[in-house]
């Protein structure tokens, strides 16, 4: 799972569960309120789904006959986490969390170079991006290495079998929005041409 693709692609325009497909229309700025606090998942999904998508799927999960479990709907919105920020789970929840505490010193930064944080938030991507190179801005290899190491330990109890990263078609489909972002150029050659 690559950052630049998410980054550049931008954040997913619906998910799909049960081949039913559900649109996310919410803000992404409401990772910041969700994301770093424990059961996240509902709160995420519920906030970037529009009412009757959330209803339908508040629904499904209260019908007793209904297959869909509570477990499904986490593994959607870790899964809709990471095609946001192109990281795993873990990793932006870390990030957003430390955003969350340490906003007023970050936005006062950026706004002093320019920057609007507050714009940024619907491009979690790019949120990671900044507050990881904040959280590593002058470190040497080894401080960096130590902290990503740390940062994309896994929290307990989270099985890597049970949370893949990203299917291979879902890699395709990241890789071709990031190229429709892009003119068709990555790393300033034109993908396909000579």
Known sequence: MEAWRAALGGPPKSFELDNEVYELTGPWSCLLE???????????????????????LDDRLEDDEDPLMLWDVQRVAERVVEQATGRRWWVAQRL???????????DGLL?????????????????????????????????RERFDAQLETP??????????????????DAFMAALSTSGGRIGGSRVGSA
């Open 96 to 106: 957003y969390g430390t955003l969350a505490v340490e906003w007023a010193d970050l």
């Open 34 to 56: 969700h994301l770093p606090t424990a059961g996240w998942h509902t709160g995420v999904l519920y906030a970037l789904l529009d009412v009757e998508d959330a209803d339908a």
């Open 155 to 172: 929290p307990p109890g989270v099985d890597l079998d049970v949370s893949p990263l990203w299917t291979p078609e879902e890699e395709g």
């Open 111 to 143: 706004a002093l170079r320019g920057v609007d944080l507050q714009g940024l938030l619907d491009r979690p991507a790019k949120v990671c991006n900044v507050v990881h190179a904040w959280l590593t801005a002058g470190a040497d290899e080894q401080g």
